[in-house]
């Protein structure tokens, strides 16, 4: 029988611009604001998302920089965090 791999997903909002840290086995951001958010030189307009490519048994330690385009229009990126457990 295959062993499943067992993982959790955190969730943070992200509402200004600044540093965000990883420490994770995969991140996704998704720009739920009206203010284009920017992740290394990626500029994210509302509803799209970006994840950077990881693999099983990998972990990311990036540390990831928001800019927000304008600090008056809703600023709001989701971020979600996926760790592996063993």
């Known amino acids: 029988m295959p062993t499943s791999i067992k993982f959790t997903l955190n969730n943070e909002i992200i509402t200004a611009s600044g540093s965000i840290e990883s420490n994770c086995n995969g991140i996704t951001f998704i720009n739920l604001g009206l203010s ?44 979600i965090r996926k760790n592996y457990s063993n």
């Open 36 to 79: 284009i958010a920017t992740i290394l030189s990626y500029p994210l307009q509302q509803n799209q998302s970006f994840t950077p490519p990881c693999n099983v048994g990998e972990e990311d330690v990036t540390n990831y920089n928001v800019m927000f385009e304008s600090a008056v229009i809703d600023q709001r990126l989701l971020v």
